[in-house]
Antibody, heavy 119, light 110 residues
Framework: EVQLVESGGGLVQPGRSLRLSCTAS????????MSWFRQAPGKGLEWVGF??????????EYASSVKGRFTISRDDSKSIAYLQMNSLKTEDTAVYFC??????????WGQGTMVTVSS | QSALTQPPSVSGSPGQSVTISCTGA?????????VSWYQQPPGTAPKLMIY???NRPSGVPDRFSGSKSGNTASLTISGLQAEDEADYYC??????????FGTGTKVTVL
């Protein structure tokens, strides 16, 4: 079964850091770009960023709202994508989803992990 | 990058058709055939319904169709069913190699 499972969410104080993981199974992880999204409570979906496959350089792109604070990386040997979040703000509170990129769309989604930034 | 504009809500009776618009700019929707649509029932993860403007993934009913004209993309649900009640989002690749999503539309089946 093709599946993505996020982990690492929780409660964190403003200004601190948190790393989320996205573990993939059921497909050749290294062949795909991987994206992260977030959804604040009661709000819409926001694309956070993505990491390309090694075939396309493994480079990253980010939304302007997180650029310079968030870093996406991947470990193809473990089929895991990471979202390192630094200098967290209260407005980063959201459910964070990881997704598989295919045909410039997002065809597989994880169940999401909640991140709450509060003192 | 500003969010793509969608109507907050649309509604229809069972069997009717509804259309959701998604308006962007020449730097995103207008530039590429890389528009996708997602269905998100309450409390669940989004599900891909349409990719590359008008293509349906395997398993998505053919009641769902997509199109694009200029800077505006559209999702049409024909033969509306109770199970179609959900939030719907559009998304587009952009000229700066990022993605931008829509504001979301709540579809209500009357």
């Amino acid at each position: 079964e093709v599946q993505l499972v996020e982990s690492g969410g929780g409660l964190v104080q403003p200004g601190r850091s948190l790393r989320l993981s996205c573990t993939a199974s059921g497909f050749t992880f290294g062949d795909y770009a991987m994206s992260w999204f977030r959804q604040a409570p009661g709000k819409g979906l926001e694309w956070v960023g993505f990491v390309r496959s090694k075939r396309f350089g493994g480079t990253t792109e980010y939304a302007s709202s997180v650029k310079g604070r968030f870093t996406i990386s991947r470990d193809d040997s473990k089929s895991i994508a990471y979202l390192q979040m630094n200098s967290l703000k209260t407005e980063d509170t959201a459910v964070y989803f990881c997704t598989r990129d295919s045909h410039f769309a997002f065809d597989i989604w994880g169940q999401g992990t909640m991140v709450t930034v509060s003192s | 990058q500003s969010a793509l504009t969608q109507p907050p809500s649309v509604s229809g009776s069972p069997g009717q058709s509804v259309t959701i618009s998604c308006t962007g700019a020449s730097s995103d929707v207008g530039s590429y055939n890389r528009v996708s649509w997602y269905q998100q029932p309450p409390g669940t993860a989004p599900k891909l319904m349409i990719y590359e403007v008008s293509n349906r993934p395997s398993g998505v009913p053919d009641r769902f169709s997509g199109s694009k004209s200029g800077n505006t993309a559209s999702l049409t649900i024909s033969g509306l069913q109770a199970e179609d009640e959900a939030d719907y989002y559009c998304g587009s690749y952009t000229s700066i190699s990022t993605y931008v999503f829509g504001t979301g539309t709540k579809v209500t089946v009357l």
